[in-house]
């Protein structure tokens, strides 16, 4: 099984974005967006994007509807907001992780977002939380073209979170855990009715 790879589109050219991919050999690229569209970089937007991968040989597939942040179902919200909790629990997103492994099977496959810092997004807070103990590595591909290994990028997630990485009262797992939990009551999507909405997750 191959290794799962995650990026950030960021303010990235496409030119940029795609010398990023090929040069970890990524096959498919799987969107984690809700909404696959972006304001701020269209050429992120969902049809430019497959157009510009088309040629390259690299496959582009719409996962948002089971991996996104912002979910449709009202059972995964509390006081309007995204509770991932009650998301990873759902059958869809279930059926997200399946598609994952099944493809990851044939294909070096990045999971994309638009956050520059996986730590800051739900592909590592959410997706990636729940793929980590399986049998293949998670690296992240970061703007500089390196690839972070998810238990580094773990460890930034605790100093960030200010979680210690070692207590009298809790071993390692529960600390990752608590950094996990405090990151995503951070960046969950809270559902403004009338206000103005943050770029899509």
């Known amino acids: 099984m191959n290794d799962l790879y995650t990026i950030g589109h960021s303010n990235h050219t496409i030119e940029r974005f795609i010398e990023l991919l090929q040069s970890h050999s990524i096959s498919a690229v799987g969107d984690v967006r809700s909404a696959p569209y972006s304001r701020f970089s269209p050429q992120f937007n969902k049809e430019a994007l497959a157009t510009s991968l088309r040629p390259t040989g690299i496959a582009y597939v719409f996962l948002g509807r089971h991996l996104g942040a912002r979910p449709d179902d009202p059972a ?34 990045a999971l994309m977002c638009a956050e520059k810092d996986p730590i800051d997004c739900h592909r590592f807070v959410l997706v990636c939380r ?66 103005e909405e943050d770029e899509a997750s």
Do not use: W
């Open 76 to 109: 995964c919200y509390r006081d309007n907001r995204v509770h991932f909790d009650l998301l990873s629990r759902t059958s869809l997103f279930q059926e997200g992780l399946e598609r994952l492994r099944t493809g990851l099977r044939t294909l070096r496959i």
């Open 130 to 195: 729940h793929l980590r103990n399986e049998e293949f590595n998670i690296r992240h591909i970061r703007e500089d073209g390196t690839a972070e290994m998810h238990h580094q990028a773990e460890r930034r997630l605790m100093q960030e979170m200010g979680v210690p990485e070692s207590d009298l009262f809790a071993d390692e797992e529960e600390l990752k855990q608590r950094a996990y939990d405090l990151q995503g009551q951070r960046i969950a999507f809270v559902d403004k009715k009338n206000g």
